[in-house]
T-cell receptor
Framework: GEDVEQSLFLSVREGDSSVINCTYT??????LYWYKQEPGAGLQLLTY?????DMKQDQRLTVLLNKKDKHLSLRIADTQTGDSAIYFC???????????FGKGTRLHILP | GAVVSQHPSRVICKSGTSVKIECRSL??????MFWYRQFPKQSLMLMAT?????????EQGVEKDKFLINHASLTLSTLTVTSAHPEDSSFYIC???????????FGDGTRLSIL
């Protein structure tokens, strides 16, 4: 069945780059997403990428997609304390289809 | 600004109470809305797909008589947790499609605590 896997924790020093990795199983996924959730808050869509793309960059965020390996990564450059949150990798077959989420990676920023 | 509004943001009530959560699309019409649930330190799981003017489609294992969904207009879907019990305590969050080629946008969620 559909599954999205990601590591649960990541610690990064302030100013360094953070790289959060994710793998998914459904090869028919068309949309791949990264969401951010701060404590007690809802979900913020950070970025998304279509399955026919290899890379997408948006300011400090870079998404890389290896469709062959079903591997998605999110790189946050110059990580700041405000980046501390849980990051969810997710996928859907289409934009009007249900979204399958990973368990989330808790990003901890070290001073 | 927010394109999907969810209300209330927080509910605390006694066991046996029924609780209604509203999900509104702002400035756009949403024929389809989704309801997700997130237990503490867990991921989000889809509960049901809400379709305007028709019955909701529930995911396997979600009791449709327990979680009533009404999507009576193109801008409003409601989720009613009937006779809520402590095990229903969770974070409920809705999403809606906002327009052409745009992914779903999520509301800010409702944290439900049943005492």
């Amino acid at each position: 069945g559909e599954d999205v896997e990601q590591s649960l924790f990541l610690s990064v020093r302030e100013g360094d780059s953070s790289v959060i990795n994710c793998t998914y199983t459904d090869s028919s996924s068309t949309y791949l997403y990264w969401y951010k959730q701060e404590p007690g808050a809802g979900l913020q869509l950070l970025t998304y990428i279509f399955s026919n793309m290899d890379m997408k960059q948006d300011q400090r965020l870079t998404v890389l997609l290896n469709k062959k390996d079903k591997h998605l990564s999110l790189r946050i450059a110059d990580t700041q304390t405000g980046d501390s949150a849980i990051y969810f990798c997710a996928e859907s077959m289409d934009r009007d289809d249900k979204i399958i989420f990973g368990k989330g990676t808790r990003l901890h920023i070290l001073p | 600004g927010a394109v999907v509004s969810q209300h209330p943001s927080r509910v605390i009530c006694k066991s046996g109470t029924s609780v209604k959560i509203e999900c509104r699309s702002l400035d756009f019409q949403a024929t389809t809305m989704f309801w997700y649930r997130q237990f503490p330190k867990q991921s989000l799981m889809l509960m049901a797909t809400s379709n305007e003017g028709s019955k909701a489609t529930y995911e396997q294992g979600v009791e449709k008589d327990k979680f009533l969904i009404n999507h009576a207009s193109l801008t409003l879907s409601t989720l009613t947790v009937t006779s809520a019990h402590p095990e229903d305590s969770s974070f409920y969050i809705c999403s809606a499609l906002t327009g052409y080629d745009q992914p779903q946008h999520f509301g800010d969620g409702t944290r439900l605590s049943i005492l």
